[in-house]
C-alpha cells in the first residue's frame, strides 16, 4: 500500500516518463537518486532540502517491506481423519490451510533453500513457508501430497529410518519415499527410532548416551540417503525434545534442527532450535491458522531463561528442581509494554523492570514439556515468540508420555 501511494504521489508531483517509472520499480533507490541529480542539473525546484527529505522518507518507508523476515515453518503429523486427533488434521482442514495459503499468495519455500539461506545467514522473505511433516505417516502419501503436487508445492518429511526398515504399515514405504523424493519433497531425519533422546538410560554414562544419539542420527541418515539419494542435514527432534549437549552434538554434526516451539523463523534463533508451528488436534481451524501463518518474528534484543536465583540459564531441560523460572527480555521498551505472554495457555505474570520485561510462572514449573508462547499486535498481524521448557519428576525419574 505505501508503494501505491508513494508512486501516485510522485507520478503526479514530477510527472515521471515511462522510464524513470521502470527505474523506479527495478530499485526505488536508483529512481530516487536519478531523481534527484536531474533537479540538482538543472536546478528547477528551488526548495531542494524538501525534496531530499521526501525522497529520503520514502526510501526508509519502503525499506522495512524490503528486509522483513517473517518465514513461517508448518508441521503436521496425520492428514486423516482415523488418526489420533491429537496429532492430526483433517484432509478437509489441511486443504483449507494450502487455499489460505494460495489466496494470501505465500511462497513455498523447498527445506534446501531454506537450509542456504539460513547458513549463508540470509534474509528470510515474508509471505514465506515452509511445510513439514514429522513421522512418515501413510497419510501423507494418500492425503496431503496429492494437495501439494496438484500446486507444484514442495515439502519436507522427517522420518524414523527403523519404521521403513520394519515395513510398518502405519508409515510409508521406502519406495514411496523415493517416488516423493524424486519430485523434489525433503526426506529429513527423525532418528531411527523415534527414542526420546533427552532420556539416557538407567546406569548408563553421558558419553554412553552420547554415543547412542550420534548413533541415531548418522544411522537414520545413512539408511535414508541409501534408499532415497542423498538428502539435506536436517533434522526434527522426536517429541520436539532437545537438551544443551544434543543442539551441541547436532551442530557438530552439520545439521539445522527444528524443535517444536511455535513462531516464525526469527534473526536470533539458534539453527539447532527453530521453531515450527504444529497443527493437530485443537491447533488448526483457519483463524488459528491464518494468524500463526501470517506471525511475524519479535523485535527482540535478547532473551535469558533465568532460574529463581535470576541466574542465567543455558538449557531448556531444567536440570534441578528449578521451583520456578522467568523469562527475561530485552527490546524497545515501548515495544515490550505491547507484549503479552502466556504459560501452558494461561496468562503469565509480566513486569518491566530496568529495560527488561520479566515474565514469570505463577506456580511451579510442573513435570513435562511446557512452554511460554508471547505475542503483540501489528497492523492486524501477531509478532510471536515461544520458549519450551523440560522438567522431570521431582524424584528425578521421567515423566510418562
Ligand atoms: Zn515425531
Same mark, same amino acid.
Given at each position: 500500500m505505501p508503494?501505491?501511494?508513494?508512486?501516485?504521489?510522485?507520478?503526479?508531483?514530477?510527472?515521471?516518463?515511462?522510464v524513470k517509472l521502470a527505474l523506479y520499480g527495478l530499485s526505488p533507490l536508483n529512481g530516487c537518486f536519478l531523481e534527484l541529480m536531474e533537479i540538482n542539473m538543472r536546478k528547477k525546484y528551488t526548495n531542494r532540502f524538501y525534496l531530499h527529505s521526501l525522497c529520503f522518507l520514502f526510501v526508509w518507508w519502503l525499506l522495512p517491506m524490503e528486509r522483513s523476515f517473517a518465514l513461517v515453518v508448518l508441521q503436521y503429523h496425520h492428514v486423516s481423519t482415523e488418526s489420533p486427533a491429537a496429532t492430526s488434521v483433517?484432509?478437509?482442514?489441511? @486443504?483449507?490451510?494450502?487455499?489460505?495459503?494460495?489466496?494470501?499468495?505465500?511462497?513455498?519455500?523447498?527445506?534446501?533453500?531454506?537450509?542456504?539461506?539460513?547458513?549463508?545467514?540470509?534474509?528470510l522473505p515474508d509471505k514465506t513457508a515452509v511445510i513439514t511433516?514429522?513421522?512418515g505417516y501413510t497419510s501423507i502419501y494418500t492425503n496431503a501430497w496429492p494437495v501439494l503436487r496438484k500446486r507444484g508445492w514442495p515439502f519436507s518429511v522427517f522420518v524414523n529410518s527403523q519404521h521403513h526398515d520394519e515395513k510398518n504399515r502405519q508409515y510409508m514405504s521406502w519406495e514411496q519415499l523415493r517416488e516423493m523424493a524424486?519430485?523434489?519433497?525433503?526426506?529429513g531425519n527423525h532418528s531411527v527410532s523415534h527414542a526420546h533422546m533427552i532420556r539416557m538410560n538407567p546406569g548408563e554414562a553421558e558419553t554412553e548416551w552420547l554415543k547412542r544419539s550420534q548413533w541415531e542420527i548418522e544411522q537414520a541418515q545413512s539408511r535414508i540417503d541409501a534408499e532415497v539419494g542423498r538428502q539435506e542435514k536436517v533434522f526434527a527432534y522426536p517429541f520436539g525434545e532437545h537438551n544443551r549437549q544434543l543442539e551441541k552434538l547436532l551442530r557438530k554434526l552439520g545439521y539445522i534442527?527444528?524443535?517444536q516451539h511455535s513462531g516464525p523463523l526469527a534473526p536470533f534463533d539458534d539453527s539447532v532450535v527453530l521453531p515450527r508451528f504444529p497443527f493437530g488436534g485443537n491447533y488448526g481451524d483457519i483463524k488459528d491458522f491464518a494468524l500463526k501463518a501470517s506471525s511475524l518474528p519479535m523485535p527482540l534484543d535478547e532473551v535469558l531463561l533465568l532460574d529463581d536465583?535470576?541466574?542465567?540459564?543455558?538449557?531448556?531441560?531444567?536440570?534441578?528442581?528449578? @521451583?520456578?523460572?522467568?523469562?527475561?527480555?530485552? @527490546?524497545?521498551?515501548?515495544?515490550?509494554?505491547?507484549?503479552?505472554c502466556f504459560y501452558r495457555g494461561e496468562p503469565a505474570a509480566?513486569?518491566?523492570?530496568?529495560g527488561q520485561l520479566i515474565i514469570s510462572t505463577f506456580g511451579a514449573i510442573p513435570a513435562g514439556r511446557s512452554k511460554f508462547n508471547c505475542t503483540a499486535p501489528e497492523k492486524g498481524r501477531f509478532y510471536w515468540f515461544a520458549k519450551m521448557l523440560i522438567k522431570k519428576n521431582e524424584d528425578g525419574s521421567w515423566y510418562r508420555e
Open positions: 508503494l501505491v501511494f508513494g508512486w501516485i504521489y510522485l507520478v503526479r508531483r514530477f510527472r515521471f516518463g515511462a483433517s484432509p478437509e482442514r489441511f @486443504a483449507q490451510h494450502m487455499d489460505w495459503l494460495e489466496q494470501n499468495q505465500y511462497q513455498i519455500m523447498p527445506m534446501g533453500e531454506l537450509i542456504k539461506l539460513l547458513r549463508e545467514k540470509k534474509e511433516f514429522d513421522d524424486k519430485t523434489g519433497v525433503t526426506i534442527a527444528f524443535a536465583k535470576k541466574r542465567p540459564l543455558t538449557d531448556v531441560l531444567l536440570q534441578d528442581k528449578a @521451583a520456578k523460572v522467568s523469562l527475561a527480555i530485552k @527490546a524497545d521498551e515501548n515495544f515490550l509494554q505491547r507484549i503479552s509480566a513486569a518491566i523492570r530496568d
